[in-house]
């Protein structure tokens, strides 16, 4: 199959468009390292684009039973760390939703339940890494602290150290190369570092007074509890987050290509918000979903697995005056959704892992994939060759630049996505968004054109009939 760069078929107009687009996009990124912090901004812009509580749309059908929904938007949060937005369109609910779905955590450090430890007259904070990592990565990086914090009291403390210029910055120390040798040259690659040091260094200065143990602990307690009101159990209920410190960059001489932490899958979850945001009614109700915990199999009361999306979907259902199981079950299997995830584009340091003719480049438009899984498609969501037609048909239509492929050769890897809960409901899903170099680093590469084209794909395939 023929593969074309984006770069070589838009406009001069376009290239403004684009370069428009991924200022905002980068803007996203900056704004939202953790899944609550891209919730939350979430909400911000659907609220300033005419989208409203499902609450509040419940309680106008109360008061006037007649009242249009039609074109009327919606959102429904969950947690804090889930969302979904949705446009209703012109035929019943029950006829089937047209779904985008995207998840907003990345790989990561999480603070461990008790993370303050004094050891050799520093304090570090123990972690639990999130995801898959290669834990090196992680190592002699600026970090900053982002998360929540829930005090004795129960009130709410939100934390984001390490962004700001006169904000302190975290790391996690490496051994330097000349003490190497025996201690860490002969690991494998990824015992290189290992989980246990993955340690935050945290403070040095210790507290003044008469000679007692842990004395720099102490002095980092102080500090917490003078500028923070924190006492050292309140960890206990917090979930704080060590996320690489910084901005995103452009990236190249042409700065055609992006560069920051959180792109999987924060790009896709952007792409489908700008898509339904500029939608007018649809024919289909139009939804995009933002999940949690898809890096850790999507288990979890936030996730896809979790009964939130079908719960949201009776309400939405019962929005309409429709009450019964059925309804719900007609709905779901007589919809259609793209799992919006990225790929992994073929690496031009590391070409040997990809099989050259299945593997997407950066900067040649929007990527579907069949099936993700491992080995022998294991775990993966194989996609059916009638609706992969139907996808492909509304990408050519509109002009979409599209490239397919695979997750490396056969048996060197693998992945996967949402795609598998989201078809266990009864859907058709495949998966497609854009393909990313150096996927789940602390600074992960993605081409300017492909967010432009994705989020031209989403608005497609949301408008198709």
Known sequence: MRRESV?????????A???????????????????????ELTE????????????????????DPGIELKGRRGYIKNKEKNILLFIIGSRPLRDGFRMIGSHVDSPRLDLKPNPIVEKEKLTILKTHYYGGIKKYHFANVPLALHGVLFRRDGSMLKISIGEDGDDPVFTVNDLLVHLAQKEQYERKMPEVIKGEELNILFSSIPEKGPSAKDKVKHMALRILHERYGIEEEDFVSSE?????????????IDSSMIGAYGQD?????????????????????????????????SEGNTAMQSNFFPWAISRLLALQGEHSNLSVMDALMRSKALSSDVGAALNPTFPKVHEENNAPRIGNGIYIQKYSGTRGKYEASDANAEFISEVRKIFN????????GEMGKVDEGGGGTIAKYMARLGMEVLDAGPALISMHSCFEISSK????????AYRAFYEAT
């Open 17 to 39: 468009k684009i370069e428009v687009l991924s200022m905002e996009y980068r803007k996203y990124l900056d704004a939202a390292k953790t899944e609550r912090e891209a919730v």
């Open 397 to 404: 239509d509109n002009g979409i630049v599209w490239q397919t």
């Open 7 to 15: 770069w070589n078929v838009v406009t001069d107009d376009d290239r």
């Open 449 to 456: 054109a492909d967010l432009w084209m994705t989020v031209r």
């Open 44 to 63: 911000r812009m659907a609220i300033a684009n005419g989208f409203v509580r499902l609450e509040e749309l419940e309680r106008l059908a109360q008061e």
């Open 265 to 297: 899958d924060r790009i896709c979850a952007f792409s489908s918000i700008e898509a339904i945001m500029s939608l007018g009614v649809p024919e289909y109700t139009s939804l995009a979903f933002l999940a949690d915990k898809e890096e850790t199999h």
């Open 240 to 252: 704080i987050e060590a996320v690489p410190a910084g901005k995103s960059r452009n990236v190249g």
